[in-house]
């Protein structure tokens, strides 16, 4: 049971739950907003079970489950029972934010109906009290702009698992195909002498040996791969910091075929040798041609 990573968002209502259940899924958790609690065993069971097995999970249940809500001790003692480890993570804010956070979104409180916000919230505190004391943490995020929430969700949860690393994409692409959209960081090696220009490496890749080895001999190349290394080394802990979670650096030529699939390769080996979780994408390598 112990690869199971399960997290339960509670807390008041206008608290900042939702911002909190998708920064878990930008990690990776596969979230569930307002399960009824009788339901958390047979869901379980349902994710550990599935072909592609989830083991991240957040449950974001409060007291819009309404008599549902009542379940949710006894839900979770069975979960303790059989062997599942939970943390349950509490948001709260002073009642002058939370009505000027209803006021400014127009929506009704659950616990208000046709009495005032106030009321409401007084209601759910009261209702609320007995998983507050329960919970394992508790985030007041009334003086909490979204980023620092999500710095301190980022720090208490994300971090703490050894595995996740910031994901770099390596994208090489060719500026007659236009450059990625979602890059964040954008490398032109058109200033690399090109093969395409000589005839007997013209119709391979840059994945091919002998066109690889013409991009890479010239000392431009050399030191502008060292460069390269270096920066990403170090931007990548900064990145981490900030709570990105994916970092997508494009390296474009003319065509994207010849000296970017061969620098993006390059590079790809560096930080994988380096420990560095890095996907590649050729994006134009079978396209441009001429």
């Known amino acids: 049971m112990n690869d199971l990573n399960f997290v339960i968002i509670t807390g008041l209502s206008g608290a900042g739950k939702t911002l909190a259940m998708r920064v878990f899924e930008d990690y990776g958790y596969f979230c569930v907003d307002n399960l009824p609690p009788a339901l958390i065993h047979t869901f379980i069971d349902l994710c550990r079970q599935s072909i592609k097995r989830i083991n991240k999970i957040v449950l974001v249940i409060d007291i819009r489950g309404g008599g549902f809500f009542d379940k949710l001790f006894e839900s979770l003692k069975e979960m303790g029972d059989l062997g599942f480890h939970y943390d349950i993570l509490f948001l709260e804010a002073s009642d002058e934010v939370i009505i000027n956070r ?91 002498p090109n093969p395409f220009y000589i005839d007997e490496l013209r119709p391979y890749t840059g994945e091919n040996l002998k066109v690889k080895d013409y991009v890479m001999k010239w000392p431009e190349s050399q030191e502008f791969l060292k460069k390269l290394y270096n920066m990403v080394q170090f931007l990548v802990p900064y990145y981490i910091r900030e709570g990105k979670t994916q970092l997508v650096i494009g390296i474009g030529c003319t065509g994207g075929r010849h000296r970017s699939v061969a620098f993006t390769n390059e590079i790809a080996a560096q930080l994988k040798a380096d420990r560095n979780k890095v996907i590649v994408d050729h994006r134009d390598i079978d396209k441009d041609r001429s």
């Open 102 to 192: 209803y006021k400014e979104s127009r929506r009704r409180h659950p616990l208000a109906f046709e009495g005032r916000i106030v009321e409401g919230i007084s209601s759910e505190r009261k209702k609320m009290a007995k998983l507050r004391e329960a919970a394992d943490y508790i985030i007041d995020t009334s003086f909490k702009k979204p980023s620092e929430l999500k710095e301190e969700i980022v720090f208490r949860f994300i971090e703490r698992e050894k595995e996740e690393q910031l994901i770099i994409n390596l994208v090489s692409f060719g500026f007659k195909q236009g450059i990625p959209l979602d890059a964040d960081l954008i490398f032109d090696v058109r200033f690399i």
